[in-house]
């Protein structure tokens, strides 16, 4: 089969098109002819060194695909509801980029009615670890307010039209006028472009002074300070990648005044049975918002596989809005 490899550390040039044996599924496991995969932030990390692969996950990168099922664990395929021939789109620990991909049948799912494979693609990174994050660990609930730093990224653009769909009021952050107006488009409330505006100034405006009840943070770092201070009493920040460094320095009277948490996660490592519940709560919750079109995959460019590089050179630029997909 076809892969693109990750030849040595480095720019996004390193990534070539090279050939692997096909993968062999294993018990409660599928094999799935790629039509489509997503391009996601941790790829970029792998590709230059900065996000080791877990224990026993391919070298390949690529973290979720979709397509069709063409092999697997029989028994596994009838407990879960799938069989040969059946369209998924699935959450992966890496082997994403590539013709055929081995996928454990509980981080599955059909692809929702309507949706082409790109766009069933771009799903699954980002809807397990935004409905991880902001709905299981932070516990974001109808009628609260959610702060998510960096509304247009795919992880943004999914958290803007869930959280919406479940009835909170979403204020973001964007790099841009353009990319609020994005923001904007997709169903949030308030937008701040955060080069022009403090972000903490901005909140404590809209919200007369209360603050937002959760906040979604990619950035960490200098940021924390001021989350701190944006968080309402009983407020949750939950940090999901570092992108402004690892350490901050935070007013803990603050956090003890207002009785904050500040939590993290990352999703690669987490176990299959993590994943399995987070799969089948978002068939249940979210892939009928999906296949009703409330909520709808935001595909920003696609590429072919060959052109992985340009793939990453964009992810790198943040000049995208929502999702980049590679096609085979």
Sequence with gaps: MKVVEITSYGAPDVLRLGSRPAPVPGAGE???RVSASGVN?????QRTGNYP????????????????????????????????????CA????????ELCVAPVGQCLPVPHGLSDVEAASLPETFFTVWSNVFERAGLQAGE???????????GV????????????????????????????????????????????????????????????????????????????????????????VKAEVNAGLV??????????????RSLEFKTAIARALKERIWPLLASGAIKPVIHSTF?????????????????VGKIVLTW
């Design 145 to 155: 307010t959610l702060l998510i730093q960096g509304g247009s990224s795919g992880i």
């Design 158 to 245: 999914t958290a803007i039209q869930m959280a919406k769909a479940l009835g909170a009021t979403v204020l973001v952050t964007a790099g841009s006028d353009e990319k609020c107006a994005a923001c904007l488009a997709l169903g949030a409330d308030h937008a701040i472009n955060y080069k022009t505006a403090d972000f903490a100034e901005e909140v404590k405006k809209l919200t007369n002074g209360l603050g937002v009840n959760v906040i979604l943070d990619m950035v960490a770092g200098s940021y924390v300070a001021r989350e701190v201070e944006s968080l309402a009493e009983d407020g949750r920040l939950v940090i999901i990648a570092v992108q402004g460094g």
């Design 256 to 269: 003890l005044r207002k009785r904050l948490t500040i939590t993290g996660s990352t999703l690669r490592p």
């Design 53 to 88: 692969v877990p224990p026993g996950a391919s070298d390949i990168p690529g973290l979720e695909v979709a397509g069709v099922v063409v092999d697997g664990d029989a028994q596994a395929m009838v407990a879960a509801g799938f069989k040969i021939g059946d369209r998924v």
């Design 30 to 32: 599928v094999l799935i």
């Design 41 to 45: 932030r941790p790829d970029v990390l």
């Design 304 to 320: 072919a596989a060959s052109e992985a590089a340009k793939a990453h050179t964009l992810m790198e630029s943040n000049q995208h």
């Design 91 to 98: 959450l992966v620990a890496g082997g994403g980029y590539a």
